[in-house]
């Protein structure tokens, strides 16, 4: 079956612009987690949403944000970006809520911030 | 004030020899570690996890230990061989302020030698 499919795969923004990140999960899978990788710091929780509600929530500032739709497609959402925003950022989907269970990573959105 | 290191940044092995990837958590409410592996331009894979009420579990050549006293878990490759070269990442998972919240290694990155 399908792979999680992020879109798009690479970004390139102006500091203060917002930008939309989306993320296809596996067909069937009900939530999806979002991270955000940088070499200093590794790969790092941002939220997580299962059937359309967010359920967990990382120690990120709230310009970072996100939804997920009903057939659960998900995006996010950075505003008033920063250059620190430079990052990949993957998610992740999974059959049932929570860490404690195998998560299906996409390739990831390389966003640049200049 | 990392909760989930991984100290080795680097590992090499000569194949058919065992990888020992090592990672030590802060946290006494993890509950719950995840390795998974990331080759280059792909994101993450999960590999095996276990849960805090045992202390080891193996599927295949893979087997993952986990020292609850000492909070530390590692995950043993035997044999090794070159397609496992890729980098490692260690996950945990607890709850925090009533929120799943998974948390990740910085990554060992293994090279096995033919």
């Known amino acids: 079956k399908a792979g999680v499919t992020q879109t798009p795969r690479y970004l390139i923004k102006t500091r203060g612009q917002q930008v939309t990140l989306s993320c296809s999960p596996i067909?069937?899978?009900?939530?999806v987690s979002w991270y955000q990788q940088t070499p200093g710091q590794g790969l790092q929780f941002l939220f997580e949403y299962f059937s359309e509600t967010q359920r967990n929530k990382g120690n990120f500032p709230g310009r970072f944000s996100g939804r997920q739709f009903s057939n659960s497609r998900s995006e996010m959402n950075v505003s008033t970006l920063e250059l620190g925003d430079s990052a990949l950022y993957l998610c992740?989907?999974?059959?049932?809520?929570?860490?404690?269970?195998?998560?299906?990573f996409g390739q990831g959105t390389r966003l640049t911030v200049v | 004030d990392q909760q989930v290191k991984q100290n080795s940044p680097s590992l090499s092995v000569q194949e058919g020899r065992i990888s020992i990837l090592n990672c030590d958590y802060t946290?006494?409410?993890?509950?719950?570690f995840l390795w998974y592996k990331k080759y280059p331009a792909e994101g993450p894979t999960f590999l095996i996890s276990i849960s805090s009420i045992k202390d080891k579990n193996e599927d295949g050549r893979f087997t993952v230990f986990l020292n609850k006293s000492a909070k530390h878990l590692s995950l043993h490759i035997v044999p090794s061989q070159p397609g496992d070269s890729a980098v490692y990442f260690c996950a945990a998972s607890g709850r925090s302020g009533g929120s799943y919240i998974p948390t990740f290694g910085r990554g060992t990155s293994l090279i096995v030698h033919p």
């Open positions: 992740a989907s999974s059959y049932r809520q929570g860490m404690n269970t195998e998560a299906f």
């Open positions: 067909s069937g899978h009900r939530s």
């Open positions: 946290n006494s409410m993890f509950d719950y």
